[in-house]
């Protein structure tokens, strides 16, 4: 992907911005390719117009109920926008857009950045965690948890994880299912999950976790 970048100033009758090659064409380049013909494939994706003084958005500080649980910061319906996220302290990158789901274990403040043009803007939001209502299932209990059956076909049951968080990721790490367990005996669905091997983690809220693998049947 090339990021493409610009400005102009509007006249104030405009209703429409067409993206496309407007050169003449004499002046286009075709490449051959090997089998013969001519013809090109550009995909053009997360256009977003701005004002030229916009500035970072995080939206406004949330709390959620259990550790793990899903918050969404930004501003809803900007998921276009040239805007990058980080946790505070870092300077890795966890997720881009104008607004993101994140799924803290911990309060946390999360800051995005919005880049115009090459002018950054930067904008803070904190995500707490309602530790007030986390009781004694919250911490986990290994020797009281069970998964059955597995292999696994259509749900998944999962006794003594209450207050826990399950999350169920292929074997290249890519997360596929994230839900809290609020009851002593959850059933979790699994369909629609291509058949395999799986890795499930049970974490509670204060960060221990309990990891095994899962074969899901046909």
Known sequence: WVKIQGSFIARGHEKFITIGVFADTGN???ISPSGGGYY?????DDVSVLPADARADAGRDTTIRHPGDTARIGVPGSDGIPAYWYQLGSSTAIDSGGSIKVHPMVTTSYVV???LCGASTFDTVKVS?????????????TEKLALYPNPAREVLTISGGHGCTFTLCNLMGQEVIRTPLTRPLQDVPLLGIPPGVYLVYI???VGNRHVQLLMVNE
């Open 203 to 205: 974490t509670d809220g």
């Open 113 to 115: 950045r919005l880049d």
């Open 129 to 141: 965690v309602d530790t007030s209502r986390m009781d004694v299932h919250t911490i986990l209990n």
């Open 28 to 30: 286009v380049i075709h």
């Open 40 to 44: 090109g494939l550009y995909v053009v």
